[in-house]
Nanobody
Framework: QVQLVESGGGLVQAGGSLRLSCVASGTSISNSAMGWYRQAPGMERELVAFFLRGGGTNFAEFVRGRFTISRDNAKNTLYLQMNSLKPEDTAVYYC??????????WGQGTQVTVSS
């Protein structure tokens, strides 16, 4: 059974940084399509950054130049480095992995709050 556990969220001032982690179990993240989404109160869940299957990444325009997605296959862990945070980045951040049969898996989410 695939499980994803996020950590690293918290409260930070505008302009600050956070690094989110997502530890996967039950499957290898190597070559998996996986990434990060976020959901602010009252808003739809939206893509933040994603590793595409077969290579390449996809970033939302609002995070280009500020956020970096990476992964450590040996640790089976996905990361999201977030710099120059803004109050509008406040949201619950979710890790997502697309299984080999196309099934989506989600973590429980980690809260990021950016104060002005």
């Amino acid at each position: 059974q695939v499980q994803l556990v996020e950590s690293g969220g918290g409260l930070v001032q505008a302009g600050g940084s956070l690094r989110l982690s997502c530890v996967a179990s039950g499957t290898s993240i190597s070559n998996s399509a996986m990434g990060w989404y976020r959901q602010a109160p009252g808003m739809e869940r939206e893509l933040v950054a994603f590793f595409l299957r077969g290579g390449g990444t996809n970033f939302a325009e609002f995070v280009r130049g500020r956020f970096t997605i990476s992964r450590d296959n040996a640790k089976n862990t996905l990361y999201l480095q977030m710099n120059s945070l803004k109050p509008e980045d406040t949201a619950v951040y979710y890790c997502n992995l697309i299984g080999r049969l196309g099934s989506p898996y989600w973590g429980q989410g980690t809260q990021v709050t950016v104060s002005s």
